[in-house]
């Protein structure tokens, strides 16, 4: 078993494999752009554009997350430095962006219903982006974990966007 402080096992966003592990590709973890309405229209006028996108404030799970700044340069953003809001909770992400706090990159499965009703809204429709996992499992313990392995590969096989 792996001492206190080492993983055995991990979901993430790397396709190579760190020493010692074995990669499984997952499939695709769609994330969108929200924003409360109110939000939307206090800082884009009801409209999204790429100036008002360099002045609204943002929402950023760390300070290694990079999606928002992936999701606004696919939009032709360039070098931005908006406000930033680091809440390193995914169910505080979303409450942060129900409540008008900034714009986020959010997991669709977890925006869903929001977006259905109505409390949030996507900066820009059909523009959602696509973020690969990976199951990584260190090698000596594989054996050990094989029944984990086929249970995360059947759940992400499921869950997961699997093209992407």
């Known amino acids: 078993m792996a001492a206190p402080g080492e993983v055995s096992a ?4 790397h396709a190579r494999a760190a020493p010692g592990c074995d990669v499984h590709a997952l499939g695709h973890l769609r994330y969108v752009a929200t924003a409360s309405p109110a939000f939307m229209e206090r800082h884009f ?11 609204a404030p943002m929402l950023v799970f760390n300070p290694k997350d990079r999606l928002q700044h992936r999701w606004a340069e696919a939009r032709g953003a360039a070098r931005f430095h908006p406000p930033i809001h680091h809440l390193p909770s995914s169910q505080g992400f979303v409450d942060a962006a129900l409540c008008g706090l900034g714009w986020g990159m959010n997991p669709l499965s977890l925006v869903q219903e929001h977006l259905r009703r109505g409390t949030l809204v996507t900066l820009v429709p059909d523009a959602p982006l696509d973020v690969p996992l990976y199951w990584q499992v260190t090698r000596a313990l594989a054996p050990a974990l094989k029944r984990l392995t086929t249970a995360v590969r059947k759940t992400a096989q499921d869950r997961l966007n699997l093209r992407a």
């Open 10 to 13: 991990a979901v993430t966003g």
């Open 45 to 55: 006028d009801g409209i999204f554009s790429l100036p008002a996108l360099a002045q």
